[in-house]
């Protein structure tokens, strides 16, 4: 297989393409990467613009990783998950100094689907009770119990013939679009006390499930005061709070997690991605020692052949001292105030665009046809029925000017890796600059 085509008609045929028709789908063959640049088979660079999926925090070639891992592989592949070793050890320890403190144990797999699985059963077993509230405008993952706990189109494809699991939803804290139609402060973040009001309502509520940023879904910051006032309704209704940071752990938003922005402290918390900047699959839910000591004496009824994996353990391990010795929160505070000023230029700039909002280096460009109205261009249910949304006819585009740039449904989400310069934020705002041009053609003054 020496040419592109050779590669991508083989994967074309041979691999599904992920949350698609399959028609129409022709994968781009990337050869290698370094920095913040991906290199296809054509020779051509790639900016890398949303770290893929808001994954590769470290970009593409971090030689600490490899390096752990490569010694990692030739020292010990595996081992069963009832033994141990020491990276296991060394991972448990650096966890626990960087982790919100009230969480003490933790259970390794492979995805944050996994993660999230794990965080679903482990907050069922200790409470006895069956029910999550999670939110609309949320994504959890891609298997039955995390895709029913996600409030937006990726389930309804499960949900043909009933609800796929036992979840109530709350409309999520979206000033922009406001379910209530209210406007923030005078509000009394009513999106917040509404949950309040479900937990208090509903029979067996075990927990709320929840991303404190928003992320694939519009990167949605909560208005001051949401968070806290979550944690109290968790609190004062004795169910618990599961706080999904696949996306939004690793400094994403400018802390190790998002919940450190609040002085959340959850009971649960879930991770992946930026655990080994996605080099190797790992996820994580970690628990609070009160959930820990339930199950000295109760059944830890799940496992996996690859749970704690050696090699995937060396990679966290690395990465985790990589955040640490680059001090890159400092470059996310720089860079991330950078992105932001020169977002918003373009949202003075470019009639399409309705809102600009962020956190650290983690952004969204949320689209509209009607700046008055706020009337996007594109919804779950185009997205459903397979029309061609606004945001991945973007993304298209830029990819054609030498920008990957993630694109869902009517939103840009702009997440570099966190080592990204001045220079490249520049060049991929010049590119996105021109692509807006597209959807403005399309909108109404
Ligand atoms: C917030 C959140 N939770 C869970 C997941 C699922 O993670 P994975 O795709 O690794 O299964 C994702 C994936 O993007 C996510 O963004």
Redesign the pocket.
Known sequence: MSSDNDVSSVTRRHLFGTWRKQRDWSPLNVVGGEGCYLHDASGKDILDLSSM??CVNLGYSNRAIVESVTEQIQRLPYIIPSMTTQVKAEVAKLLKEVLPDNLEKFFFST????A?EAALKIARLKTGRPKIVSRYFS????TMG?IAASGEVRRWFVEHFGKAGDVVFAPPPYCYRCPFKLRYPECGIACVEVIDHIVKNEFGVAGILF?PVV??NGVIVPPPGYMERLQEIARENDVLLID?E??TGWFRTGKWFAVEHWGVKPDILVT??GLTSSYVPL?LTAVSKEIAEHFEENFFAHGHTYEAHPVALAAAKAAIQEYRRLRIWENVERVGRYLERRLRELGEKHRSVGEVRGIGMFWAIDLTRDRRTREPFSTYQDKYEGRPVMAERLAAEALKRGVYVLGYVNNLVIAPPLIATEREIDRGIEVLDEVLKVSDQEARS
């Open positions: 999926l808001v995805s944050g689907t996994d999230i994504y959890h993952g891609s995390s991303e992320g694939t999904d696949v996306m992946a991605k996820a």
